[in-house]
């Protein structure tokens, strides 16, 4: 956030792409920007933690603005099962790899 202007809420990592919930703040630039930069430190990061350079995440991006607070659950709980649709896990709590780093459903936030 700090860095480029994006509060991150939920997230689930998938070995190829990435599930999350974001907010601007007043400081945000693009969304496109954001995921440019994120998919390149963090394939870097990865790489140095591995030792060699492969690719790892999906070139494009998808966004989808939620319109109505209800859908925010429907969303929610989409991403989390993907680890199960993907038969990576037998239950989303068993995947390692997510999270919340800002509660974005405080009042007022959305």
């Known amino acids: 956030m700090d860095r480029y202007g994006w509060k991150v809420g939920p997230y689930v990592v998938m070995p190829d792409h990435l599930h ?5 703040t007043g400081k945000a630039g693009p969304l496109k920007d954001f995921m440019c930069h994120w ?6 990061r990865i790489a140095k933690l ?3 350079e492969i690719p790892l995440w999906q070139a494009e991006f998808f966004d989808h603005v939620l319109r109505k607070e209800e859908s ?4 929610a709980e989409y991403m ?3 680890p199960v649709r993907a038969e990576l ?3 989303p709590d068993d995947w390692p790899w ?3 780093i800002y ?3 405080k009042p007022g936030v959305l």
């Open 20 to 24: 999350f919930f974001c907010l601007a």
């Open 103 to 105: 509660d974005l459903k």
């Open 80 to 82: 989390r099962l993907n």
């Open 98 to 100: 997510q999270g919340e």
């Open 39 to 44: 998919k390149e430190w963090t394939a870097k």
């Open 89 to 91: 896990v037998i239950t």
């Open 72 to 75: 925010y659950a429907e969303k």
């Open 50 to 52: 591995r030792g060699k």
